[in-house]
């Protein structure tokens, strides 16, 4: 008698035995209908047992193996079960999420076969035979006597749009049958690989550094500057490794993930199966993709987070672009980082990672430093000058509606030259921080090295990282001024303002509400591209994507406020977002400007963004973090509650801290504190952060920690475990 544990798509971290009779063609990986309770669910089989623990009478079967779904590679599930076990999230549904949503119903891929070929039967029909208005079928019919490993589906779709109908009455014939290509048996010649521009000497050092290391575990991070050619870099990476019969995975940021990119990486390798999987697919768009990888069918699989697990059995490369994006970590359910995940696939399957960034994490960078990845750098602009980063310094200076006089005058200059201007407004780690603008005192925490929170209405401020807690000062502590006030206020007004004081101006806003319609966002750029636009505004989504020759200005509105964010993080994102909100400025023929609207002009952050010094900032913030014990030098797991009162939320959390073995003394168990936004969507978010040196020993103290948390929960708490957080 055999077992299988199946993984099923339920909150409960945990296999479900069943019995499999002997007759059952399973293996691991197998999709399997089983039933659960009073219905039938869909898992995976992820283990096959001699034994099980549980008595015969409780134990079901299997009811049936989908042998229509391939099986989820060794590989694939090894991964998914190392990011249950690390993130502690249930397995089943780290498994069952991994699949296609279509692969996880009960009739998943009827409708979906892989590949065609001809029957024996149908190898004896003569095309010539079948009457002359059969036209489809005979069509259809020369087509695969001349495939000699039959015709992928989705190729032949693409052939023969209309073959839906011919296809179904030739399987009823009996001439032809759908398969499972087998990877190791289709012919992959090299493919034909258009030439780029000749690369520079920046450009051929990287590749040819890159690509010794094909065939075994390397991680290389590319830092170029925005512009510098690293797209380039991975073409030419990608263009080796499809040389050596394998596939390439190149995972992008949602908004990155652009039809100008995917044309450009095709127009390259014109006749390369390239396949995207992203979330913008619909469900059978995105089955399609996902089973052209797995079959090895696809050569090159673009794609944002969600790709790093897809199966690819020829896999020989994986690039990370703008490895520092935010988006590569997941904010619920399995809060995984893409990136993190890469690096073990690339170690696991023996292949280089390159991770590309103009501003690398910080914890990329780290390790770069320290010689754990090689480390390539792109300083130049491949066909464009750097732009001229510059501050404007507001210091007792009157505000027109939050807007300095010299930023609306630089506006004014460039729109009247007919060029474009950029306000990029920055919300990010935005909280409010006490500020004295006499003598620009902040309010620190005493214990941290990060900002405490105003919190008007108790007339405390409150440190969210330890939790320490003072009253609100009645004036500046450094100087006596008496106009202490929150930073950062009125950042709302300027798109209003910027109406009033240009009124003949086209202005376009662009932020997650103006984009979120399907296709807005491409329909924007198109705008932006034809010259329909003389202002943009917008936040942070406009750091990103792709380049507006004629856009020649940016000027940055409330970048201080992360600056002296409560986040530790926001100075290292507030960096990466305006060196990559510099690179729209001025990449043709057009120089570029940076204009920043600052209380600090002499801040080091800003000093090294003005030399466009990546590595001087990274050191100095690396330097801060080391003495503070931050991340990269320590290890944090973030435990998050929600309920409908805060004091419930913090209660679980103080439960779950008093629940912590105090034996383990390499880690260091926080106070609860209110979230940094403590309310959102009717509910109050309260967390605890929990910190070690030793990511060994964070874990230990996890696993120890992370299976009591349940018990302590009341039911009207919702609690998760962010693993290595990216937002506090
Ligand atoms: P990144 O990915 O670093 O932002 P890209 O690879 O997109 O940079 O290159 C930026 C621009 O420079 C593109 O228009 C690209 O075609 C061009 N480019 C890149 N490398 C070269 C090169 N070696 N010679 C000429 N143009 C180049
Ligand atoms: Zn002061
Ligand atoms: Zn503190």
Known sequence: MKFARVALDVPLNTLFDYRVDATTDIDVGSVVLVPFGKKIAVGVALEIADASALAPSRLRSVLSVLHDVPRLPADVIAVLKFCSNYYHHPIGEVVLNALPTRLRRRNAIKSQPLAYRLTAAGRQINADDLPARAKSRRDLLCRLAAARDGIDAA?????????????????????????????????????????????????????????????????????????????????????????????????????????????????????????????????SERLRSWLAAQSGHAGIVLGTRLAVFTPMPRLGLIVVDEEHDASFKQSDGLRYSARDVALLRAKQRAVPVVLGSATPALETYQQALRGRYGLLTLAQRANAAIPEIATADIRGKALIDGLAQEVLHAIKENTKRGEQSLIYVNRRGYAPVLICPACSWTSGCPRCSVKLVVHLKSRQMRCHHCGHQEKIPAACPQCGGAELAPLGQGTQRVEAALTRIFPAARILRIDRDTTRAKDAWNQMRRQIHDGAVDLLVGTQILAKGHDFPALTLVCVINADASLYSTDYRASERLFANLMQVAGRAGRADLPGRVLIQTEFPQHPLYAALQRQNFADFAKGVLSERKQAGLPPFTY?????????????????????????????????????????????????????????????????????????????????????????????
């Open 155 to 283: 190729a032949l779709r693409a052939q023969m749009p209309g073959a839906a109908a011919a296809l179904k009455e030739m399987i009823e014939c009996g001439w032809v049958e759908s398969f499972e290509p087998d990877p190791a048996a289709v012919d992959f010649s090299p493919p034909r690989v258009l030439a780029g521009p000749a690369l520079t000497a920046a450009q051929q050092l990287a590749v040819e550094s890159i690509r010794p290391s094909f065939g075994r575990f390397a991680a290389w991070l590319l830092h170029g500057v925005t512009g510098s050619g690293k797209t380039e870099v991975y073409l030419e990476l990608i263009a080796s490794a499809l040389a050596e019969k394998k596939q390439a995975l190149l995972l992008v940021p949602e908004i990155n993930l652009t039809p100008q990119l995917e044309a450009r990486i095709q127009s390259r390798f014109p006749d390369t199966s390239i396949v995207r999987l992203n979330s913008a697919l619909n469900e």
């Open 636 to 728: 944090q797991a973030i435990l998050r509650a929600e309920a409908l009162r805060q004091d419930l939320a913090v209660q679980f959390l103080k439960r779950a801290a008093a629940g912590a073995d105090p034996e383990m003394t390499e880690v260091t168990v926080f106070d609860p504190v209110p979230a940094n936004m403590a309310r959102l969507a009717g509910k109050e978010r309260a967390q605890l952060t929990v910190q070690s040196r030793s990511r060994l020993a964070l874990h230990a103290f996890l696993d120890d920690w992370a299976p009591r948390l349940e018990k302590l929960a009341e039911r009207k708490v919702r609690w998760a475990l962010d693993i290595d957080p990216q937002e506090s």
